[in-house]
């Protein structure tokens, strides 16, 4: 199943983990004991982030480090601006309507 960028963070647990991922790399163990959820639930979340591609591994010795993509977090950046456009006008719009009150 091909996965994309809003599944990744549509899961409250995942954003967790990609803040966590955001400030170091981390190991699965290392993740999962910031939360009191399974091992294997915070592994399944990990999975997730990998299809995704917010997420990459890199082998260090015999450990797993996950890394986290901001390049990858860019197509959700780039999705809300034409939001944050729209919200401006309207902003500016209701700004100008109160000054006329």
Not at 11 to 31: C, F, S, Y
Not at 46 to 64: A, D, F, M, N, Y
Not at 75 to 87: H, P, S, V
Request: hydrophobic share 45%; net charge positive; glycine share 0%.
């Amino acid at each position: 199943m091909r996965r994309d960028v809003f599944q990744a963070i549509a899961d409250p647990t995942r954003r967790a983990i990609l803040a966590l991922l955001a400030l170091q790399a981390m190991t699965p163990n290392a993740l999962a004991a910031h939360f009191e959820s399974s091992r294997q639930a915070v592994s399944k979340h990990i999975k997730v982030l990998t299809e995704c591609e917010v997420v990459v591994q890199k082998q260090s010795g015999r450990e797993i480090y996950y890394h986290f993509n901001p390049k990858k977090m860019k197509e959700i950046d780039l999705w809300l601006e034409r939001f944050r456009k729209l919200w401006e006008d309207r902003f500016d719009q209701l700004d100008d309507l109160l000054k006329d009150l």
